[in-house]
């Protein structure tokens, strides 16, 4: 079998796609935006209450905050535990200042009209049950919600919680109990961890 | 017995559906666009850190004197300390996955991952992040290292490659791709798919035997994905907030060059008439900055204010296709500021980039590039200088050649 060499069909410099950076520092966040903005997109999805919109401001904010540390970074599992810790708690933030914002003194002071609320079945418009359990998280206050789901749904210990908010194990026992509790006074049943 | 609903099984459900959809492609690229005008930023003013650095020493200094009378400064825990709870899985023989939220359910010769995973050989890594399926393909080849990627998109790392040993090969639906080592991401979907070239060579072997050598810095497609080939400067123009964005260096084909230069062309021809003081001075401008008139400023000196309200004032006008302007405004700068050594590289660079590609001037663009190799010959721009001269076949580097 003879090759051919063929130099232009199919090809295009990736630069003329808009799809790469320069410097050594702008290429390593663009692999790793490529490796992980799934995980973060979805994170943020999760505690923005399937808000696309919110969910692309926090991942990009995680990774405009990744220019500042990408040359600490090392290869390895530790940095999912890394985008995983930033964007809990960038969504811990975002979820705070709205609830603050949220509050009626606030709107009042601002002049806002109270805002909708989002749909929770956007996302799951086939599956009426996961978007009552998504309006029930909604429910939380944030630090709670965020503690619940690293417990209940991403499996994460007590101490690693802990190291994550920057709280203490009991103060995050404290969260969870209280999380659940809500969650059972609504109606739902939560598993023993 | 109670029947009320559990909530965590339903979030974790919930979790997988947010999974499977992703983040959405117009998002991504949204993204990924202002991560590339925030690295513009950071390369075109860190030179400025360097003014900063008696102050640092200083610093530096009055720190190490209160170490001195005893006081401890608590350094933060090293990002990288956290450690992934999982233990590698073996899979086709010799290959292991791993990964903390890794999840991966084998089916024979075939395993499906879903999650931030690494699949590991000894000449190859594979970093994958959304749902993906890899075939191990010893059936089809000598080498027992194929892997084939059914689909998805995942990041290849072949770390170790011999002299004179076979290379690896990474069948795809439409062909094999060659690796001589290097970094890149394939994204196979169910019809075609792309290969992005980031560091090394690979060469794409279709189904007929053709050869498609893949320089660093460019995507190759097959199937339906060859449809979707096709520049994205006005993508940016419309998805991104004034501003625009900015393409960084890399070498381009020529088709990929013609087709730019053509349709920029065209968008040229629409601003032909418009006067020069049509080209605003870059916005944002300290007070110290203020525009004054060009020939009596020689002297004035740049500060970071002005390199970032450059930067934008050319991405502005980049994203609305005026690269004439852009190209002018950059000119203008490089004659009236005196710009950091750092700084001037990358406008020099970028104003070559619209010269080139945008306008299609060759004889300016050859020109350009040689004073720029002429006045940084070691910069970090220089491969690439050197590798647009090659691909505009520049009379000075024939000649150096």
Known sequence: MEDRVNRDSGVIALEDLGELPASAEALRVDELYRRYQGLVYRLALRYGRGDSAWAEDVTQEVFLRLFDVVERLEEGDGLEGWFYRVTSNRCLNRLRRERLRASAPVRWLLGEKARPPIDPERLTAAREGLGQAWAVLDELPPKERLAFCMVHVDGKTLVEIGEILGHTKGYVCKLVKRAEARIREAGWEVDHV | MSERPRLAPSLRELDEVLAERGMPRHARDRVGARLRREALRREATSGFRFRWLPALTFAAGAALVLMVVGV????????????????????????SVQGESCRHVDRGPEVELRGTCLLSAPHLAVHTWDRVRLRHDRADHESPGDVRLVEGTAM???????????????PVSHGVIEVLGTRFTIEQGPLGGHVDLFEGRIRFIDLEGVVTEIA????????????????????????????????????????????????????????????????????????RAEPRAAEDDDDAVATADDATALIDEVGRLRAQGRYGDAAEVLRRAERTRHWDARTAQVLSYELGEIIERHLGDRQAACEHWARHAERWPQGRYARAVKAAQERLACPNQQNDQ
């Open chain 2, 216 to 287: 660093p810095g460019q995507r190759h497609a097959w199937g339906d994905a060859v449809a979707m080939l096709s520049p994205a400067p006005n993508e940016d123009a419309e998805s991104l907030a004034p501003g625009g964005s900015r393409t960084p260096a890399v070498a381009a084909t020529a088709t990929a060059t013609v087709v730019t230069t053509e349709r920029d062309a065209a968008s040229e021809a629409d601003h032909a008439g418009e006067p020069d003081r049509d080209v605003h001075p870059p916005r944002r401008r300290s007070a």
């Open chain 2, 156 to 170: 290849f790392d072949v770390t170790r490659v011999v002299e004179g040993a076979p290379p690896t090969r990474i």
């Open chain 2, 72 to 95: 401890r400064l608590r350094q933060p825990p090293p990002i990288s300390s956290q450690t992934a709870s999982s233990t590698p899985t073996v899979f086709g023989g010799s290959f």
